[in-house]
């Protein structure tokens, strides 16, 4: 039974990094095709893809955040992490990790985890 | 404002059937594959369709996606026999060749009078 689980702070100031770590079960980002990707919403508004990584270490980032963002992988703890600097309230969202089916198609979702941003 | 345009909000009474379309472009659904998803209140959303028109395993045949119009450039997802429990926000999903993103829809709420 595939699931991912998302873990890390609730609440960060203007300006800090984010750091969320997505843990995986039931499958691994060692397996060749697998991929593994980030998706936010902002209270109230629309899905946001972030970032996606490969079982080869690949990696995608949406470019309008690519300068702040960084996703990585540990294939011995079977975690994605994913790092956001210099984080505004603008940013403030529940962030999804999420296991690639195919093509842009994420068949399993992470619980979310809601990220405040306020000093 | 969202690279696929979804409209809204939709509604239709219990036993209907709705659609909800997806209009992109050329450098987006006109070459990709679409996915769609359905999600409730305070929820992970969750995949209803993919590539298209294809329904992952325990995802009732009530609902169907279509890719059609010129060029291809627009989804649809269909849900016949609506009940109540369908009362959701749906979104469209693909890849954009040229922006080289995910991109997703802005998101339909159905309601289901």
């Known amino acids: 039974q595939i699931t991912l689980k998302e873990s890390g702070p609730t609440l960060v100031k203007p300006t800090q990094t984010l750091t969320l770590t997505c843990t995986l079960s039931?499958?691994?980002?060692?397996?060749?095709?697998?991929?593994v990707g980030w998706i936010r919403q902002p209270p109230g508004k629309a899905l946001e893809w972030l970032a996606l990584i490969f079982w080869d270490d690949d990696k995608r980032y949406s470019p309008s955040l690519e300068s702040r963002l960084t996703i990585t992988k540990d294939t011995s703890k079977n975690q994605v992490v994913l790092t956001m600097t210099n984080m505004d309230p603008v940013d403030t969202a529940t962030y999804y990790c999420?296991?690639?089916?195919?093509?842009?198609?994420?068949?399993?979702w992470g619980q979310g985890t809601l990220v405040t941003v306020s000093s | 404002q969202s690279v696929l345009t979804q409209p809204p909000s939709v509604s239709a009474a219990p036993g209907q059937k709705v659609t909800i379309s997806c209009s992109g472009s050329s450098s987006n659904i006109g070459n990709n594959y679409v996915s769609w998803y359905q999600q409730f209140p305070g929820t992970a959303p969750k995949l209803l369709i993919y590539?298209?028109?294809?329904?992952?395993s325990g995802i009732p045949d009530r609902f169907s996606g279509t890719k059609s119009g010129t060029s291809a450039t627009s989804a649809t997802l269909g849900i016949t026999g609506l009940q109540t429990g369908d009362e959701a926000d749906y979104y469209c999903g693909t890849w954009d060749n040229i922006l080289n993103t995910g991109v997703f829809g802005g998101g339909t709420k159905l309601t289901v009078l």
């Open positions: 590539d298209n028109n294809k329904r992952p």
């Open positions: 999420a296991h690639r089916l195919s093509a842009q198609n994420y068949d399993y």
């Open positions: 039931g499958f691994s980002l060692s397996t060749g095709g697998v991929g």
